[in-house]
């Protein structure tokens, strides 16, 4: 595997955590949300805290627009590649965390075929569309 190969499959294996994260973030703000009405309900009014929790709320809303913003950009990648394909096996195994043997049953091919082609979607995937590549 070439250096640039290294790269491009890190730079996609960012996929993989953007998912974790965003339900991370989903349950941290339903967690602040829940504790803000709590507090409310039982007559504390804080309003320190109140700020600090919608500050929070607030600065987790920003991180989720941002991963969206990723995974859109990932996905972006991923399809200049431009053959349905590669394209399939790239999200099959970046988005979707399908292991070779599972895209390859699905596909109806071989695993060692299915890692073949993944190769060449890594080679085909634009250099230049990836920043900092």
Known sequence: MTIEQIKKREW??????VYKQLKKLQKQITKD??????????????????????????????????????????????LTVQNDTL?????????????FPKVAEKMIYEPRHVQRLFYQAIDKIRISEVEGL
């Open 12 to 17: 996609l294996s960012r996929a993989k955590t």
């Open 87 to 99: 394209e399939t096996i790239l999200v099959r195994y970046y988005l979707l965390y399908e292991s």
């Open 33 to 78: 949300q829940q504790q803000k009405k709590f507090l409310s309900e039982i007559g504390v009014s804080d309003d320190a805290l109140n700020k600090k929790i919608e500050h929070d709320i607030q600065q987790q809303r920003k991180q989720i627009a941002k991963l969206i913003a990723l995974d859109k950009e990932i996905k972006r990648i991923i």
